[in-house]
C-alpha cells in the first residue's frame, strides 16, 4: 500500500499539480502581503482604492503566467481530460462565465466607474466596488424618498449589463433635468407668478446651469445630441381647477432633494409677499343635494327628506 501511495506522489500528474497548488499559494500570500502594506500605508481612500485593485489584478494575471508555465510540459497528456472538463465547467458554471465577461465589458468599455450612481438589475445606488463577479452598490431609494441612502449595500452580478439597461446618473453628464408644478388659483395676477417663478428659479439654479453647460458640450462633440438650452424654463398649462406652472430646471444628480427643498421654500416666501396677488390653489369638492334627515325620539323613528326633483 505504501508503495502504491508512494509510486501515485511521483507520477508526473501529481508532482505537476502539487507544484501548481505551491505556485498559486505562493503568490496569494505575496499578493495578500502587497494588499494589507496598501491598507496600512496608503492614507488617501482613492488611491488606496485603485492600489489595491491593481494588485489584486496583478496576482491574478500573475496566477494564470505561473499555472501555465507549470503545465506547459504537459497540456500534451492532459489536453482530452482539459477539454472534457471545461465542457463541464462552462455549463456548470455559465452565469459565473457571463459575470467575467461583464466584468471584462465594464473595465474596457466604460459602462461605470467606481463613484458613479447607476440603476442596475432594478438596483439604484452608487457604485462603490467593482469585482470580477459582482458589482457593489450603496443603495438608495426604496423605502427612503428621493436619492438619498437607506444604508443596504448589494451586490449585483455584471452578468447584468447583458441582460438589462444600465443607467449611469453620472458618466458624462453628471446633470439630470427636474421640474416640479406649481398650481396657482384663477384669478390671481398669472403674469406676476410667472415673473416671480422665473426669478426664483433662476436665482436657486442659475449655478447648475453654468456649470452643466460645460459637461453638455463634450457630451455634444462625443455623441450625436442636438444643441439645446440648459436655462430654466417656466411654462404655463390652463387646467380644469387652476392654473399649473412647470418649472424645468437642470441640477447635479446628487442634489436633486435639496434643490427642490430651496426652491418650493422660496416659492412659498415670495407667494407669501405677493399680498394675495399670488394664491396657491388646491383640490377642493363641493357636496350639493343632501337629503334632510328628520328623527323622531318619542317614537324612535328616522325619516330622511329628499330635495331631489321628481
Given at each position: 500500500m505504501q508503495q502504491l501511495i508512494v509510486k501515485w506522489l511521483l507520477s508526473a500528474g501529481v508532482q505537476t499539480a502539487?507544484?501548481?497548488?505551491?505556485?498559486?499559494?505562493?503568490?496569494?500570500?505575496?499578493?495578500?502581503?502587497?494588499?494589507?502594506i496598501i491598507t496600512r500605508y496608503v492614507a488617501d481612500t482613492a488611491t488606496r482604492y485603485r492600489a489595491r485593485k491593481v494588485a489584486s489584478g496583478f496576482g491574478f494575471f500573475t496566477a494564470?503566467?505561473?499555472?501555465?508555465?507549470?503545465?506547459?510540459?504537459?497540456?500534451?497528456?492532459?489536453?482530452?481530460i482539459i477539454g472534457l472538463a471545461g465542457a463541464g465547467v462552462a455549463f456548470a458554471l455559465q452565469e459565473v462565465l457571463a459575470s467575467v465577461a461583464g466584468w471584462a465589458a465594464i473595465a474596457f468599455s466604460g459602462f461605470y466607474h467606481p463613484g458613479d450612481r447607476v440603476q442596475l438589475g432594478g438596483i439604484r445606488g452608487d457604485v462603490i466596488d467593482i469585482g470580477i463577479l459582482?458589482?457593489?452598490?450603496?443603495?438608495?431609494?426604496?423605502?427612503?424618498?428621493?436619492?438619498?441612502?437607506?444604508?443596504?449595500?448589494v451586490r449585483v452580478a455584471n452578468s447584468f449589463v447583458f441582460k438589462e439597461a444600465v443607467f449611469n446618473?453620472?458618466?458624462?453628464?453628471?446633470?439630470?433635468?427636474?421640474?416640479?408644478?406649481?398650481?396657482?388659483?384663477?384669478?390671481?395676477?398669472?403674469e406676476h407668478a410667472r415673473h416671480v417663478?422665473?426669478?426664483?428659479?433662476?436665482?436657486?439654479?442659475r449655478d447648475y446651469a453654468e456649470q452643466s453647460k460645460e459637461s453638455?458640450?463634450?457630451?455634444?462633440?462625443?455623441?450625436?445630441?442636438?444643441?439645446?438650452?440648459?436655462?430654466?424654463?417656466?411654462?404655463?398649462?390652463?387646467?380644469?381647477?387652476?392654473?399649473?406652472?412647470?418649472?424645468r430646471y437642470?441640477?447635479?444628480?446628487?442634489?436633486?432633494?435639496?434643490?427642490?427643498?430651496?426652491?418650493?421654500?422660496?416659492?412659498?416666501?415670495?407667494?407669501?409677499?405677493?399680498?394675495?396677488?399670488?394664491?396657491?390653489?388646491?383640490?377642493?369638492?363641493?357636496?350639493?343635494?343632501?337629503?334632510?334627515?328628520?328623527?323622531d325620539l318619542p317614537s324612535g323613528k328616522i325619516r330622511v327628506q329628499s330635495h331631489y326633483e321628481p
Amino acid at each position: 500500500m505504501q508503495q502504491l501511495i508512494v509510486k501515485w506522489l511521483l507520477s508526473a500528474g501529481v508532482q505537476t499539480a502539487l507544484v501548481a497548488i505551491l505556485s498559486l499559494l505562493v503568490v496569494y500570500l505575496i499578493t495578500y502581503a502587497i494588499r494589507r502594506i496598501i491598507t496600512r500605508y496608503v492614507a488617501d481612500t482613492a488611491t488606496r482604492y485603485r492600489a489595491r485593485k491593481v494588485a489584486s489584478g496583478f496576482g491574478f494575471f500573475t496566477a494564470l503566467v505561473v499555472l501555465g508555465a507549470v503545465l506547459t510540459g504537459h497540456l500534451g497528456q492532459l489536453t482530452v481530460i482539459i477539454g472534457l472538463a471545461g465542457a463541464g465547467v462552462a455549463f456548470a458554471l455559465q452565469e459565473v462565465l457571463a459575470s467575467v465577461a461583464g466584468w471584462a465589458a465594464i473595465a474596457f468599455s466604460g459602462f461605470y466607474h467606481p463613484g458613479d450612481r447607476v440603476q442596475l438589475g432594478g438596483i439604484r445606488g452608487d457604485v462603490i466596488d467593482i469585482g470580477i463577479l459582482r458589482t457593489t452598490l450603496m443603495e438608495c431609494g426604496d423605502w427612503v424618498n428621493a436619492d438619498l441612502y437607506n444604508g443596504r449595500i448589494v451586490r449585483v452580478a455584471n452578468s447584468f449589463v447583458f441582460k438589462e439597461a444600465v443607467f449611469n446618473y453620472s458618466a458624462d453628464f453628471p446633470f439630470l433635468w427636474d421640474e416640479i408644478t406649481v398650481p396657482v388659483r384663477y384669478g390671481s395676477d398669472w403674469e406676476h407668478a410667472r415673473h416671480v417663478l422665473t426669478e426664483v428659479v433662476e436665482e436657486v439654479c442659475r449655478d447648475y446651469a453654468e456649470q452643466s453647460k460645460e459637461s453638455w458640450g463634450r457630451a455634444v462633440r462625443k455623441y450625436q445630441l442636438n444643441e439645446i438650452s440648459i436655462d430654466p424654463l417656466v411654462t404655463l398649462a390652463a387646467t380644469d381647477n387652476w392654473i399649473a406652472f412647470t418649472v424645468r430646471y437642470i441640477v447635479d444628480y446628487r442634489q436633486r432633494r435639496v434643490v427642490r427643498d430651496r426652491l418650493f421654500t422660496r416659492i412659498l416666501q415670495e407667494v407669501d409677499r405677493s399680498a394675495g396677488r399670488v394664491r396657491l390653489a388646491s383640490a377642493t369638492f363641493e357636496v350639493t343635494n343632501i337629503p334632510g334627515l328628520e328623527v323622531d325620539l318619542p317614537s324612535g323613528k328616522i325619516r330622511v327628506q329628499s330635495h331631489y326633483e321628481p
